[in-house]
């Protein structure tokens, strides 16, 4: 089972996927404004929700995972060890996040943020590419750790290298797009289908203006999205 969700303020997609069987199921990149939603989504189904997993430390909203395991004590939150950020797990390349009979691999794909890692879902045939690769786009690599030649590398090594079927899944769309393909990436992306020097160039010079809620996402992101205050202040 795979749902997909939208934080239309910050235009993200949140994805819940879940075996059937067991009903242990993942909750990707889930933002803190769409945190009760989710939740009872959760519970409606009748879900075991075992991690709340982060493709990055997001500077564009607060993440809903710290709030996730305040109202599910079980779930555990996931993020990569790179990121320095707090998490119940911390993962690296080639590590395995099980629920139920499916397992998502961790791919490290830096390059919009030193910590960004894709989840692959080889079973269906499903990737989850967070600001790494978007529909006809990728990641900005102007601030925190960006780095547009590793950004490149990281999509055609570790992304664009799966097969062509493959379902790509991003963290986020402004055009309202849920879903490519690989195969759809390596065709038609426009920044993508350059060759390298190229890529570096055009994203050097997007001039994209300063994310919104990155002052407040950023420190509140490398805890979780929870500052640890006491429960009486
Ligand atoms: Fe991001």
């Known amino acids: 089972m795979e749902l997909r969700l939208l934080e239309y303020k910050s235009y ?3 994805y819940l996927l879940a075996d059937a069987d067991t ?6 990149d889930p933002v803190i404004e769409t945190v009760d939603r989710d939740v009872k989504l959760v519970h409606d189904l009748g879900l075991k929700l075992i991690y709340a997993a982060n493709t990055h430390v997001h500077a564009d909203h607060v993440t809903g995972s710290g709030s996730i395991k305040k109202l599910i004590p079980t779930c555990k939150s996931v993020i990569a060890e790179v990121s320095k950020a707090k998490a119940d797990v911390k993962v690296n390349e080639g590590d395995l996040i099980k629920f139920g009979k499916f397992k998502l691999e961790v791919r490290s794909t830096p390059g919009h943020t030193d910590g960004c890692i894709t989840f692959v879902l080889h079973e269906k045939g499903l ?4 600001d790494a690769l978007l529909i006809r786009g990728c990641g900005r690599t102007d601030f925190q750790q960006g780095n547009p030649g590793s ?3 990281s999509i055609h090594k ?3 290298s799966l097969p062509q ?16 393909t690989v195969g759809e990436e390596l065709r038609y992306n426009p920044r993508l289908t350059k060759p390298k020097n190229e890529f570096v160039e055009i994203m050097k010079n997007l001039n994209l203006p300063y994310p919104k809620q990155i002052d407040k996402a950023l420190p509140a992101n490398m805890v979780c999205g929870v500052f640890d205050v006491p429960e009486s202040s």
């Open 151 to 153: 950004l490149y590398d």
């Open 165 to 180: 079927s493959f379902y790509v899944f991003p963290a986020h769309d402004y055009t309202g797009q849920t879903m490519s």
């Open 12 to 14: 993200t997609y949140t």
């Open 23 to 28: 009903n242990e199921a993942v909750i990707i």
């Open 158 to 160: 570790k992304i664009l």
């Open 127 to 130: 990737v989850f590419t967070g």
